[in-house]
């Protein structure tokens, strides 16, 4: 798994998370990833119009957006989502294919600064997002440290 | 009411508080494994359901029937999380005509020890 960009390394993982939605890593280019993944009957919201919970959307952008920040990092270290923005500009139907693409703009003072967004076939945008990641984050268990701040 | 797909998924239920919910700790919510931390999507999906279901029994407390969806979230993750349950609970900032802005805070431990905060932007679509 050594040659594999993080958020591949996530999405074909066995993560409990993850391994619920099928994905596909499409590429990455410097700082950017991008992603392909069908839209899970598990996340079903409305079912008569079969249109997915805004989380899925939510989810997936978390995802990818740090997995560009992990991309750009020359090594490896743990990061934390800091802030995370999404517009919903409509609900995904189940099995439709959704393109995600996330870019690390900047990193500025251990803060990255990403961008994402997730499209339809038609590349109609489906939400688009802004997030702040720290990177270097602790990476123990919240059970040894209780009254500590991870970022 | 029976639960749809995505609330079994992330196993959200209401609580005795009516403007409160929970989501009910499953292994498939980890976002990081190795610190058994809740994914943040999970938290943000926990945020966005309570602030339209708040945002609804609000509307219902004003005798407006309408179809809410969800248009804008921002999200503060104030503190790592743990593989336990997720509380959140929702308030109106401001119901107007076809917008609605809610707040949300979430815990775990204690109310008094939020993990994350949102600030949710709703559209109000009249039936």
């Known amino acids: ?151 | 009411m029976s639960a749809t797909p995505a609330e079994t998924w992330f196993a959200v239920s209401p609580t005795d508080d009516p403007d409160c919910w929970k989501i009910t700790f499953q292994e498939h919510h980890l976002g990081n494994p190795l610190i058994r931390s809740i994914h943040g999507g999970v938290v943000g999906s926990l945020i966005e359901h309570t602030a339209e279901k708040a945002l609804d029994r609000a509307l219902a407390e004003k005798s407006r029937s309408a179809k809410l969806e969800l248009t804008t979230s921002a999200i503060d993750y104030l503190r790592v999380t743990k593989d336990s349950d997720l509380y959140a609970r929702g308030s109106v900032m401001r119901i107007a005509r076809r917008v609605a802005f809610m707040d949300v805070v979430c815990w775990q431990d204690s109310e008094d020890l939020p993990v994350a905060r949102g600030a949710c932007t709703l559209r109000i679509l009249e039936e």
């Open chain 1, 1 to 151: 798994m050594a040659d594999l960009h993080p958020i591949q390394v996530f999405f074909s993982s066995h993560h409990p998370l993850a391994s619920r939605v099928q994905a596909d890593f499409s590429g990455s280019a410097g700082d950017t990833v991008r992603v392909a993944i069908e839209a899970p009957q598990d996340l079903v919201q409305d079912s008569e119009t079969n249109s997915l919970h805004t989380g899925f959307a939510t989810i997936v952008l978390d995802s990818i957006m740090g997995g560009a920040v992990m991309g750009s990092l020359e090594k490896l270290v743990p990061i934390a989502t800091v802030g995370l923005s999404v517009s919903h500009l409509r609900r995904p139907v189940s099995g439709e294919t959704i393109h995600g693409k996330a870019t690390c703009v900047s990193v500025y003072n251990s803060l990255a600064y990403v961008t994402g967004e997730l499209r339809d076939e038609n590349e109609e945008p489906v939400a688009i997002a802004t997030g702040t990641f720290m990177i270097g984050t602790r990476a123990t268990s919240i059970r040894d440290r209780s009254e500590e701040s991870r970022i």
